[in-house]
């Protein structure tokens, strides 16, 4: 079974500074997806940013980029000039690609809590 | 609003009492996602719609709750008899089911926040 572990129950960045999440996953699979979820308080989860497992080229989205150390099953989350709008629950996500189309079902980690002190 | 729509948002309930949730999701998305998520973890899933057919089932979802998509529109989820370890979020998500994922991706709803006392 695929595993999700987010090891930072909690962390903290000063606003316009730059922070980065861990994740790490276990699987056997060479096809998948990985995502980064945001989850503001008693607010819908939102896709941040997606990485496929076979493209070498980290995913990048305006302030936010990844990188996927695909070896080493290793997949952070940085944020660039942090903003107080990015303080929420954050959850890295892995999603399997059964031959080229999946049932999407989603496996998370425990999620990590940013705070951006102004 | 084209989001998904959860109700209710906040539910209390005492133990042993049925309780019923709905998820209304985007109309062109055929594929509904059920998950639980528990204070301080990320989300489980429970069970996963294609139009009415109910494809697969967590062993997360004891024999206490059932899950309907009538029509492959709103879904409901219905636990019975709940028990204390049922207080969680209950979320719900749809997608299209149209070309590879990462193009049409979920739609999560707020969600629906259960305490059992």
């Known amino acids: 079974a695929q595993t999700v572990t987010q090891s930072q129950p909690e962390m903290s960045v000063q606003e316009a500074e730059t922070v980065t999440l861990s994740c790490t996953y276990d699987t056997s699979e060479s096809d998948y997806y990985l995502f980064w979820y945001k989850q503001p308080p008693s607010r819908q989860m939102i896709l941040v940013i997606r990485q496929e497992a076979y493209k070498q080229q980290n995913a990048t989205e305006n302030r936010f980029s990844v990188n996927f150390q695909k070896a080493a099953k290793s997949f952070s989350l940085k944020i660039s000039d942090s903003q107080l709008g990015d303080a929420a629950m954050y959850f890295c996500a892995y999603l399997f690609n059964a031959g080229g189309t999946s049932y999407g079902k989603l496996t998370f980690g425990q999620g990590t809590i940013l705070t951006v002190h102004p | ?117």
């Open chain 2, 1 to 117: 609003d084209t989001g998904v729509s959860q109700n209710p948002r906040h539910k209390i309930t005492k133990r042993g009492q049925n309780v019923t949730f709905r998820c209304d999701p985007i109309s062109e998305h055929n594929r509904l996602y059920w998950y639980r998520q528990t204070l301080g973890q990320g989300p489980e899933f429970l069970t996963y719609f294609q139009n009415e057919a109910q494809l697969e089932k967590s062993r997360l979802l004891s024999d206490r709750f059932s899950a309907e998509r009538p029509k492959g529109s709103f879904s409901t989820l219905e636990i019975q008899r709940t028990e204390q370890g049922d207080s969680a979020m209950y979320l719900c998500a749809s997608r299209v089911n149209r070309g590879p994922f990462p193009n049409y991706g979920y739609t999560f709803g707020s969600g629906t926040r259960l305490t059992v006392v």
